[in-house]
């Protein structure tokens, strides 16, 4: 088993939609959680720390279910700004590890 | 404030040939990573430091090198390169929450 499962997409949405993605890791002793955006031929850039209580900045909203072991981003009033991979990672046992990327595309 | 500085941005090697991708932090961190991201798929990490004088293997090193002098400085390196290893490579930086990236080195080996 992959240590972090993303599903890799593509989602094609209308502009103004909301779209969730959600990430699987089978470390339970992970210690840090993010989400990265990635345009095409960048570099990944943080978007977001996840934390257990669930946090929000603008638009978007990233959860923790430890329990679960998954973490997922929502995405509300997608705009076309918002099109990029958006990738997971996963901090333990010294190691950050991404998931594979799900690709976003905002349609007009 | 430069960050993350990788060089060089581009390269084209030959078969066999070897090669170094330099890595140079500014930001004092401990921890340092090494990945390569094939077209349309995530990263893998290949090597990576937590300290100076310490480095582990990542999920994909073979074929790779790497060392850790000094805090700022974590270099890769390419002993015989082959066509599976072309790629693009990134080099991050770490302290206790958000990594930075390099802007990446584009490696094609022909």
């Known amino acids: 088993r992959k240590e972090v499962e993303q599903d890799p997409g593509p989602f094609n949405v209308p502009e103004g939609a909301t779209v969730a993605f959600n990430c699987t890791y089978s470390n339970s002793a992970s210690q840090s959680f993010f989400w990265y955006r990635q345009d095409c031929r960048k570099e990944p850039k943080l978007l977001m720390s996840?934390?257990?209580s669930g946090n929000e900045d603008g638009r978007f909203t990233a959860q923790l279910n430890r329990a679960s072991q998954y973490i997922s981003l929502l995405i509300r009033d997608s705009k076309l700004s918002d099109s990029a991979t958006y990738l997971c990672?996963?901090?333990?046992?010294?190691?950050?590890?991404f998931g594979t990327g799900t690709r976003l595309t905002i349609i007009p | 404030n430069a960050g993350v500085t990788q060089t060089p941005k581009f390269r084209i090697l030959k078969i066999g040939q070897s090669m170094t991708l330099q890595c140079t932090q500014d930001?004092?961190?401990?921890?340092m990573y090494w990945y390569r991201q094939d077209p349309g798929m995530g990263l893998k990490l290949i090597y990576y430091?937590?300290?100076?004088?310490?480095?582990d293997k990542g999920e994909v090193p073979n074929g790779y090198n790497v060392s850790r002098s000094t805090t700022e400085d974590f270099p890769l390196r390419l002993e015989l390169a082959a066509p599976s290893q072309t790629s693009v490579y990134f080099c991050a930086s770490r302290a206790n929450t958000e990594a930075f990236f390099g802007q990446g080195t584009r490696l094609t080996v022909v």
């Open positions: 996840v934390y257990s």
């Open positions: 990672a996963v901090f333990g046992n010294e190691k950050l590890t």
């Open positions: 930001m004092n961190h401990n921890y």
């Open positions: 430091s937590v300290g100076a004088g310490i480095t």
